[in-house]
């Protein structure tokens, strides 16, 4: 069974930095891209960033670029979220999401955790 | 960035009612579109992708097609279990977005 498990969430300050984490397991994780997908409280969903299967290739949302940076430890089975620069519009509750296919482009996301809540507030 | 549309923003409806939910996309995407339903406080679920391929566990009542750039949820019977809010999302282009929602409730 497919379980994605996230973790390191909770309350930062502005301009501070929290890393989320993403335990994978029930199936063979280094074959699959992988990414995080946000829901600020009441709204929609935004995707993030994706990362390949190998880690060799990433992608961010503009709104995050420069500030996040999304990495994995296929020895681990889990996948990070790095998040600096925090800002209020950071807060939303956080998803990783596993692609359906092996490739990390034109795959929908078929298996995701349940998430972990990012506030960001002084 | 393709900014995805959906239609309506919210429905009410019966059991056993037919719910028709559209997508519009303002470029071509091909069939890469997808829909997934989300119930309050879970993580969205995968019900179709490639505009119309069921994921493997979802019931038959849920179908997708597409017609150009429009794309169609459509719950053939409606149950107490699809009371939920539905997004669509298109995985043709990074950054992939999705549509906004539509909130069905029990009318």
């Known amino acids: 069974e497919v379980q994605l498990v996230e973790s390191g969430g909770g309350l930062a300050q502005p301009g501070g930095s929290l890393r989320l984490s993403c335990a994978a397991s029930?199936?063979?994780?280094?074959?699959?891209?992988m990414n995080w997908v946000r829901q600020a409280p009441g709204k929609g969903l935004e995707w993030v960033s994706l990362?390949?299967?190998?880690?060799?290739?990433?992608y961010y949302a503009d709104s995050v670029k420069g500030r996040i940076t999304i990495s994995r430890d296929n020895s681990k089975n889990t996948l990070y979220l790095q998040m600096n620069s925090l800002r209020d519009e950071d807060t939303a509750t956080y998803y990783c999401?596993?692609?359906?296919?092996?490739?990390?482009?034109?795959?929908?996301?078929?298996?995701w955790g349940q998430g972990t809540l990012v506030t960001v507030s002084s | 960035d393709i900014q995805m549309t959906q239609s309506p923003s919210s429905l009410s409806a019966s059991v056993g009612d037919r719910v028709i939910i559209t997508c519009r996309a303002p470029?071509?995407?091909?069939?890469?579109l997808n829909w997934y339903q989300q119930k309050p406080g879970k993580a969205p679920k995968l019900l179709i992708f490639?505009?119309?391929t069921l994921q493997t566990g979802v019931p038959s009542r849920f179908s997708g097609s597409r017609s150009g750039t429009d794309f169609t949820l459509i719950i053939s019977s409606l149950q107490p279990e699809d009371f939920a809010t539905y997004f669509c999302?298109?995985?043709?282009?990074?950054?992939?977005?999705f549509g906004p929602g539509t909130k069905v409730d029990i009318k």
């Open positions: 990362i390949s299967g190998s880690g060799d290739k990433t």
């Open positions: 470029q071509s995407i091909s069939t890469y």
């Open positions: 999401a596993k692609n359906l296919g092996q490739w990390e482009l034109l795959q929908p996301f078929d298996y």
């Open positions: 029930g199936f063979p994780f280094s074959s699959n891209a």
């Open positions: 999302q298109q995985n043709y282009n990074v950054p992939f977005t």
């Open positions: 490639a505009a119309s």
